[in-house]
């Protein structure tokens, strides 16, 4: 089911399309969440500061949340910030960042292994829909473009073991060892100020704060993909929350509302 936040709003005059990927296509790092929090609620409660563990969590939560879709490291900068403000002593957030990435490939590191040997459909790590819905937009001529927060070497190996790397043709971005060089609010400035596109012609789709925002800023429609994963069958009232505050003028669950995506978004075809 497709929710409309904004009615009379539709992407009829888009040219170029952003999707997000973890968890707005990939599936693969689903769960991140769960190891990124406790790592750092963890280490926060080692400074003894009296705060409960809940109270933590919260605190947490809330930087990882606002800034899902921007580089890793700036999650980890946050946290450095906390331990600070907190009178610790913090680690080089590429210390935690490390720390992170090796807990949490840990934990997918069978899903990769999987698909690398080809025990498994690339569908089983996609969002329901997503491969058809993605070949419906490449069909009608946008010029689509993956971006993740992700590190870029793993999200193009991801991309490409999920056999939608194809669709974007070379337009695959991810978190640069230079975090500062590269963000999805750096593509779309670029892609403007080359005069390729204007802003009103994005259509960007995703499950985190940033690339809603980023979208919104330009004048562009943003979807927000709020699916409760991993089944993504239905919303997740909690990014529903946090997609809508921000922007979005669509919410969905996943992409198998094909059909009625896109008469929300292109009413003229009708």
């Given at each position: 089911m497709v929710e409309s936040l904004h009615p009379g709003v539709s992407a009829q005059n888009a040219r170029v399309c952003l999707f997000d990927f973890d968890g707005t296509i990939s599936l693969i790092r689903s769960g991140w969440m769960d190891v990124m929090v406790p790592m750092m609620v963890e280490i926060l409660l080692d400074l003894a500061t009296g705060e409960s563990e809940a109270a933590l969590r919260a605190v947490v939560e809330d930087f990882i949340w606002r800034l899902t879709g921007k580089?890793?490291?700036?999650?980890?900068?946050?946290?450095?910030?906390?331990?600070?403000?907190?009178?610790?002593?913090?680690?080089?957030?590429?210390?935690?960042?490390?720390?992170?990435?090796?807990?949490?490939?840990a934990r997918i590191r069978h899903r990769l292994e999987e698909l690398r040997r080809h025990e498994v459909s690339p569908g089983k790590y996609l969002v329901p829909g997503a491969r058809a819905w993605i070949e419906t937009l490449h069909e009608r001529g946008l010029h689509l473009y993956l971006a993740s927060?992700?590190?870029?070497?793993?999200?193009?190996?991801?991309?490409?073991?999920?056999?939608?790397?194809?669709?974007?043709?070379?337009?695959?971005?991810?978190?640069?060892?230079?975090?500062?060089?590269?963000?999805?609010?750096?593509?779309?400035?670029?892609?403007?100020?080359a005069s390729e596109f204007e802003g009103a012609e994005f259509l960007g789709f995703g499950d985190g704060y940033v690339e809603i925002e980023n979208i919104k800023e330009v004048g562009g429609v943003a979807v927000g993909v709020a699916t409760a994963e991993p089944e993504c069958r239905t919303v997740d009232e909690w990014k529903r929350q946090r997609l809508a505050g921000v922007g979005a003028d669509f919410i969905i669950p996943n992409f198998l509302c094909r059909d009625q995506l896109l008469a929300a978004l292109f009413p003229n075809d009708q």
């Amino acid at each position: 089911m497709v929710e409309s936040l904004h009615p009379g709003v539709s992407a009829q005059n888009a040219r170029v399309c952003l999707f997000d990927f973890d968890g707005t296509i990939s599936l693969i790092r689903s769960g991140w969440m769960d190891v990124m929090v406790p790592m750092m609620v963890e280490i926060l409660l080692d400074l003894a500061t009296g705060e409960s563990e809940a109270a933590l969590r919260a605190v947490v939560e809330d930087f990882i949340w606002r800034l899902t879709g921007k580089q890793t490291m700036y999650q980890m900068i946050a946290f450095a910030d906390e331990i600070a403000k907190r009178g610790g002593a913090p680690s080089d957030p590429l210390a935690y960042k490390k720390m992170y990435l090796d807990r949490l490939h840990a934990r997918i590191r069978h899903r990769l292994e999987e698909l690398r040997r080809h025990e498994v459909s690339p569908g089983k790590y996609l969002v329901p829909g997503a491969r058809a819905w993605i070949e419906t937009l490449h069909e009608r001529g946008l010029h689509l473009y993956l971006a993740s927060g992700t590190d870029q070497p793993y999200m193009r190996e991801e991309a490409a073991l999920l056999d939608v790397a194809r669709y974007f043709e070379g337009r695959v971005y991810g978190a640069l060892d230079d975090y500062r060089s590269f963000s999805k609010k750096i593509l779309i400035e670029r892609l403007i100020a080359a005069s390729e596109f204007e802003g009103a012609e994005f259509l960007g789709f995703g499950d985190g704060y940033v690339e809603i925002e980023n979208i919104k800023e330009v004048g562009g429609v943003a979807v927000g993909v709020a699916t409760a994963e991993p089944e993504c069958r239905t919303v997740d009232e909690w990014k529903r929350q946090r997609l809508a505050g921000v922007g979005a003028d669509f919410i969905i669950p996943n992409f198998l509302c094909r059909d009625q995506l896109l008469a929300a978004l292109f009413p003229n075809d009708q």
